[in-house]
């Protein structure tokens, strides 16, 4: 089962520099040459403030390569 459903915000997970981030309008079960096996890869619009927002409007990435993005609370 994929973790993540289409609509979810997602970023890529950060080594404590700024990341992409967007919401998952796709996805498909492809061979993940890097793991070996089988596993989800997902298609992201990218956010317009998203660091590479400017020039790119979506993107791909293994599903291990995300995480769900955190979002501020409004009163």
Known sequence: MPRFLYGDR?????NGEPT????AIG????????????QWCYL?????DSPSGAWVKADSAWED???PLETEKTL
């Open 44 to 48: 992201i619009w990218l956010d317009a």
């Open 10 to 14: 997602l970023r890529w997970l950060s």
């Open 20 to 23: 992409d981030w967007g919401i």
């Open 27 to 38: 996805r498909f079960y492809s061979f993940a040459p890097h793991r070996c096996r089988w």
């Open 65 to 67: 390569d995300l995480e």
